[in-house]
């Protein structure tokens, strides 16, 4: 069965510093991963995904993402964070596009310091 | 081009009454797909339906859930006789698509209370 750990539930960083959010994944063939963020009261916002190629991902807002295959990892990064970027972030694993039978992490809310 | 529209955007019912959930998807997006998210939780997958047909629903409780999305009209996530474990927030996602590089935009969710 297919699971996604994200082991820190909260993460507090000061404004201007940079991140690093984790993802660990269990799936028995190639994955396709995702993060996501949310807002509070709001929608999920898809960040960055990989499917297969170049293991270092480029998304929206200044994210990436690097897939360790050897680590069962996708860790997301931001080199500087901005206040804007406070909210819950989602990582998720699955076996094709869209957005069936994707399994998510539990979420690691993110604060930002002045 | 709107998103992907949920309405009611907070619904209280009590318990046994039922609970309709709607989405409609973004113009030309045929693939819809419904999760439930638990406080503190990660989403759950519950079903997966393109236009009249059930896709997937290994995600769907086995009794008083029920979804459609027909040929006219928005998806239906249908609870009947809530309880108070179905306080949750339901989110639907749509796609044009399922291929490898289609990505799925989610709706902001209906929050279902049950009291």
């Known amino acids: 069965a297919q699971s996604v750990t994200q082991p820190d539930i909260h993460i507090t960083v000061s404004e201007g510093a940079s991140l690093e959010l984790r993802c660990n994944y269990s799936?028995?063939?190639?994955?396709?991963l995702f993060w996501y963020v949310q807002s509070p009261g709001q929608g999920l916002q898809l960040l960055l995904k990989?499917?297969?190629?170049?293991?270092l991902v480029q998304g929206i807002k200044g994210f990436e993402a690097e897939f360790k295959r050897s680590q069962s990892s996708f860790n997301l990064r931001k080199p500087s964070v901005h206040w804007s970027d406070a909210a819950e972030y989602f990582c998720a694993v699955g076996a094709g596009g869209g957005a069936d039978g994707l399994t998510f992490g539990k979420g690691t809310h993110l604060i930002i310091q002045p | 081009n709107a998103g992907v529209m949920q309405n009611p955007r907070h619904l209280v019912r009590r318990r046994g009454q039922e609970a309709r959930l709607r989405c409609s998807p973004m113009?030309?997006?045929?693939?819809v797909y419904w999760y439930r998210q638990l406080p503190e939780e990660g989403l759950k997958f519950m079903v997966y339906?393109?236009?009249?047909?059930?896709?997937?629903e290994s995600g769907m409780p086995k009794e008083r859930f029920s979804a459609e999305f027909p040929k006219e009209g928005p998806s239906i996530l249908r609870i009947q006789q809530v309880v108070r474990g179905d306080s949750a927030a339901y989110f639907c996602a749509s796609s044009p698509a399922r291929d490898g590089n289609t990505e799925a935009f989610f709706g902001q969710g209906t929050r279902l209370t049950v009291v």
């Open positions: 799936y028995g063939a190639t994955p396709y």
């Open positions: 113009k030309g997006h045929s693939h």
């Open positions: 990989y499917f297969s190629g170049d293991t």
């Open positions: 339906l393109q236009k009249e047909n059930i896709i997937d």
